[in-house]
């Protein structure tokens, strides 16, 4: 049977035809296959790859068909079970044209030039790479859309697209494959070594807050200490003292009573006398009596006119108020060094509006900060300064001097909004909480003290104020005001919002609270609000 198979579609032979190099192939199969190759100009054998140019005119082998009929009246006509047809379960053959068969392997086990080929594993979705259309296999790829495609669609649909082989894609997009693979795997060491580099960091930083917490427990109990050792010291000579003079008190107090006894026991010997009724020996005894000493009683006794150990307690208190103000002081300077620690370098400021807007803040007004003659909008984002007050009740956070109203929440890391402003007078802020309500109004407004930064937009140009001190700001005019915040790194930036961002005025310092957004109004008429930000 194998005698009087086809080679390339492996079954018996149909309208045998036989090439010049005496191979013999089904008429429709050998001229399928050099249609495949009509663009090449030359005309292979399948089987030995003799090539023929040109393509060879094909007649019927004569004496093949007369065999055939005789092996179909024999009845071996049927194919053995290995060469059937592809049943579900099966792997269709790519190469056999008409019905598919079972993949097959011996003839590139066994032929010279076909164990030249390179052998693919069995795939179960292998219809997937045979074209629909055409039924041959997708060995080219078009570039322009993208796509696996047969030959025969290169030369119809796809004619004058980009297109190459299927192999050479595959062998440029491996190569990119191993571009982006490496790219990712740079990027892996790259990024491994910096979480390695910030394990390192925040072991040193846990050590170093550690260490310092140690050591500031150790200097507060040695501050302890040395109060307590003190204390006791002034407890001591508080004692001593006491014990001294009342030791002095008693001895006088004593003195005292002695004499008393004995001016009682004279006194009544001078009373006997004086009762005695003979003349003769009153006169008689009168002459013996002993003269009377000098005097100690009690008003010859001075009592200091202070208050006995009262200056102590005052004297105490005078140390304590200072240490108060000592610990006050070095607790805003040690929040101070403590707010500048930061292991981790800042990230650059933003430039673009766009950027400034990644870190856009919505802000909302209290009502308890607001002086009673500002008039809040519905959503708390507006103010407008009206004669007159608004119901408001009595708040210890209400301003009551100053024109002026505080944000709701605080503001940390970074934080940008922006204002619009008008009617003139109006000042743009931002303040610590424990800024003053009531009072003076200098320690209330905003600018004028040293818990609050303010930037005045006056209609026709701009003022910068913090704690009192007025600096002049040109930049082009605006009634919108943009405000950016980087709490951590102690920036403050106020900007003239129009098509671009111009930068009015940049504050560089170190903030030891939270911040709070502020606004405040100076005059009839002025408003101002918080714009909605995309």
């Known amino acids: 049977r194998e005698r009087f198979s086809c080679w390339i579609c492996v079954d018996l032979l149909k309208d045998p035809v036989t090439t010049v190099c005496g191979h013999s192939y089904c008429k429709s199969c050998i001229n399928t296959h050099w249609d495949k190759e009509e663009e090449r100009g030359s005309y292979s054998c399948p089987q030995c790859r003799q090539t023929f140019t040109p393509r060879p005119v094909l007649e019927t082998s004569t004496m093949l068909a007369d065999s055939l009929e005789e092996l179909k009246k024999t009845g071996l006509q049927a194919a053995p079970a290995d060469h059937c047809s592809a049943g579900p379960e099966d792997v269709a053959c790519d190469v056999c044209s008409g019905r598919k068969r079972k993949s097959h392997l011996q003839p590139h086990l066994q032929s010279a030039p076909l164990k030249k080929h390179k052998l693919v594993d069995l795939s179960k979705k292998l219809q997937e790479n ?16 993208q796509q696996c495609i047969c030959s025969l669609c290169s030369v119809e649909e796809h004619k004058d697209h ?40 925040e ?15 150790e200097i507060f109990t040695e501050l302890i200490r040395l109060l307590e050792k003190r204390s006791s010291d002034v407890e001591q000579q508080i004692r001593s003292q006491q014990e001294t ?61 202070l208050r006995n150990f009262e200056d102590v307690t005052t004297a105490v208190s005078q140390v304590k108020g200072r240490l108060q103000d000592i610990l006050s002081e070095t607790e805003t300077k040690v ?39 500002l008039l809040l909008s519905k959503g708390k984002r507006k103010l407008t300064y009206m004669r007159g ?11 009551t001097d100053s024109w002026q109203v505080l944000s709701r929440d605080s503001l940390t890391g970074r934080c940008y909004w922006e204002v619009e402003v008008g009617g003139g007078g109006v000042s743009v802020a931002v303040a610590y909480k424990n800024i003053r309500r009531a009072g003076d109004s200098l320690q209330c407004q905003f600018g004028s003290n040293n ?26 005019w605006s009634s919108r005001v943009g405000v950016y915040l980087d709490h951590s790194a102690g920036v403050l930036s106020f900007y003239s919002v129009s098509d671009t961002m111009t930068l009015l005025h940049r504050v560089q310092t170190t903030f030891t609270q939270p911040l709070y957004a502020g606004v405040r109004v100076g005059w009839s008429g002025s408003r101002a609000e918080f714009c909605k930000l995309k």
């Not at 933003?350 to 900060?369: C, G, H, M, V």
């Not at 930064?453 to 209609?459: I, Q, V």
């Open 130 to 145: 045979i074209c629909s259309r055409h039924d041959e296999v997708m060995k080219m790829f078009c570039r322009t859309d």
């Open 162 to 201: 980009d297109t190459v082989s299927a192999a050479a894609e595959r062998t440029k997009r491996q190569r990119e494959l191993r571009l982006r693979r490496r790219t990712i795997q740079q990027r892996v060491q790259n990024t491994e070594k910096d979480v390695k580099l910030l394990q390192q960091e």
């Open 203 to 217: 072991e040193a930083v846990n050590g170093s807050a550690d260490k310092a917490v140690e050591d500031n427990e």
């Open 245 to 305: 003079e009342v030791s002095r008190v008693r001895e006088l107090q004593e003195r005292l009573e002695q004499e008393i006894t004995e001016l009682k026991r004279k006194d009544h010997e001078l009373k006997q006398l004086s009762d005695t009724e003979d003349h003769n020996q009153l006169l008689h005894n009168y002459p013996s009596l002993s003269p009377l000493s000098g005097s100690t009683h009690s008003s010859s006794i001075r009592i200091h006119p």
């Open 335 to 373: 929040l101070q060094i403590v707010s500048r620690v930061d292991v981790l370098l800042p990230e650059p400021e933003p430039e673009t509006r766009a950027d400034f807007l990644k870190y856009s803040q919505k802000i909302t007004l209290d009502p308890n900060t607001a002086y009673r003659s």
């Open 389 to 399: 007050g608004q119901s408001y009740s009595d708040h210890p956070d209400r301003f």
């Open 451 to 476: 818990k609050s930064w303010s930037l005045c937009w006056a209609g026709n140009g701009y003022d910068f104020s913090y704690n009192s001190i007025r600096t002049l700001v040109s930049g082009p």
